[in-house]
């Protein structure tokens, strides 16, 4: 008969440490979101404040499947209205996020790295003639293209410091970003840079080309006129 009071003694005591929200917060830290999430709702809709702040993390941050602002909001008004303090800071960010959503709208789809290629990283290509006969319009020429190159290797190199461009970021708006902002953020900054690398290349491969038509037509008259002046000195 002891045996057996022995046995349901330790089952009691057993009973008596269960902690089911370690137990939730342990799926969540295995990255066991469905299970996770089945233990938080049923302790949030129990009332634990705990488990309704992570219901409202899981819906912010995607790890209930896809994110649900409405959601997380509803969960994190629920656990702030219990006193946790973390519900009342997600509720202010998700407040901040709201004010600043022509920011976040900007950095996800709209920015277009206008400063990347303005300023003293604008390089506008010289007009290059077909040919040059003076000495001083041959200077003019080799002078302009110098710049050129020296204000577009200046442009290529901004270009591979601030790659990627998701670092050009603001933390305070970084920080507001949801997962799936993240993510739309790095493909949308990922394009810009690409636009900006291709654009750069096509107007540079056109400029070389026009540079070599007018060296290799400026190199033929310069030869041809110095034998001309060879030969006429000659008589």
């Known amino acids: 008969m002891k045996k057996y009071l022995f046995v349901l003694s330790l089952l009691v005591s057993g009973a008596a440490f269960a902690d089911p929200i370690a137990d939730a917060n342990a799926l969540f830290a295995k990255k066991a979101y469905p299970q996770a ?3 938080y709702t049923k302790l949030a809709n129990a009332g634990n404040a705990e488990a309704q702040l992570h219901l409202g993390e899981m819906h912010l941050y995607g790890e209930a499947g896809a994110v649900d602002l409405a959601k997380a909001e509803a969960w994190f008004k629920k656990s702030a209205a219990k006193g946790n303090k973390t519900a009342i800071g997600a509720l202010e960010m998700m407040k901040r996020r709201e004010a600043r959503r022509a920011d976040i709208e900007y950095w996800t789809s709209k920015y277009d790295g206008a400063e990347l290629k303005s300023g003293k990283y604008r390089c506008v290509a010289p ?5 040059s006969k ?3 319009e041959i200077e003019a020429v080799g002078a302009k293209v110098s710049a050129w190159q020296e204000c577009f290797n200046a442009f290529v ?7 990627p461009l998701t670092k050009l970021i603001p933390k305070d708006i970084a920080d507001l970003l949801t997962k799936d902002e993240h993510e739309q ?3 949308h900054l990922a394009q810009v840079h690409a636009n900006l690398a291709e654009e750069a290349r096509v107007s540079s491969k056109l400029l070389l080309a026009d540079f070599a038509v007018w060296r290799d037509a400026t190199d033929k008259y310069v030869s041809e006129y110095n ?3 060879k030969a006429s000195k000659g008589k």
Request: net charge neutral.
């Open 227 to 229: 034998q001309m002046i």
């Open 37 to 39: 999430m089945q233990a």
């Open 134 to 136: 003076q000495n001083d």
């Open 127 to 131: 007009r290059i003639p077909a040919m």
């Open 185 to 187: 953020a790095a493909k």
């Open 157 to 163: 190199q901004n270009l591979n410091d601030s790659s």
